[in-house]
């Protein structure tokens, strides 16, 4: 079965650098949700996209921006990177009506 | 809000030994509860989850939990411990099942050999 597919799976950038960061949700899923993981942390909900449309917004830094395009994969943009922003990222894609979440492997980024 | 509690932040069981990972819960609404087990440097994958049926969930790997509402509890168990069952596991929760998920901070949990 199709899973959610997040690439690229490392990136290491420097600070004050910029990153984008894909997702491929589960074909038909509608919604996606992005998370990050610090080291030794649980993931903390960052932003997440109903039909392309931000749908809830949690603990994102403003230098964070992301969107869903209309074949519904989303990116997570990241810029003027700092130390603390290095993290795995978790993107989980879900139906509306339910049904669970499946959540990708991740990408790891390394800010140095 | 919804908000979940794990309770000991590192278990450690005997290989065969019974596991049990606790969990409570904090929810205004009827909640949707998960656990997610983490292997090191890998995803997050689902173990089982409860969405209002019956409230004893297996899982996979030989895991279930119960959900007990008087308790606001979703405890993860497994009968016998196996040495592939070290890793980190996270309970969380959301109230609709298409809203974002709330975790826990983890447990680890370790399996003696």
């Known amino acids: 079965a199709a899973g959610v597919i997040q690439s690229p799976r490392h990136l290491i950038k420097e600070k004050r650098e910029t990153a984008t960061l894909k997702c491929y949700p589960i074909?038909?899923?509608?919604?996606v949700y992005w998370y990050q993981q610090g080291p030794g942390q649980d993931p903390q909900f960052l932003i997440s996209?109903?039909?392309?449309?931000?749908?809830d917004k949690g603990s994102i830094p403003d230098r964070f921006s992301a969107q869903q395009f209309s074949d519904y994969h989303s990116e997570l943009n990241m810029s003027s990177l700092e130390l603390g922003d290095s993290a795995l990222y978790f993107c989980a894609s879900s139906l509306a009506q339910g049904g669970g979440y499946t959540f990708g492997s991740g990408t790891r980024l390394t800010v140095v | 809000a919804q908000s979940v509690t794990q309770l000991g932040s590192h278990v450690s069981v005997s290989e065969g030994a019974l596991v049990l990972l606790r969990c409570n819960y904090s929810?205004?609404?009827?909640?949707?509860l998960f656990w997610y087990v983490q292997y090191p440097n890998q995803g997050l994958q689902l173990l089982l989850k409860y969405t209002s049926a019956a409230t004893l969930v297996k899982g996979i790997n030989g895991f279930e939990a119960e959900f007990k509402k008087s308790e606001t509890s979703f405890h993860l168990t497994k009968p016998s411990a196996h040495m592939s069952d070290a890793a980190e596991y996270f309970c969380?929760?959301?109230?609709?099942?298409?809203?974002?998920?709330?975790f826990g901070t983890g447990t680890r949990l370790t399996i003696i050999p």
């Open positions: 074909p038909r899923h509608d919604t």
């Open positions: 929810s205004s609404v009827p909640p949707y």
């Open positions: 969380a929760v959301t109230n609709f099942g298409n809203e974002k998920l709330t």
């Open positions: 996209f109903y039909e392309k449309m931000q749908s």
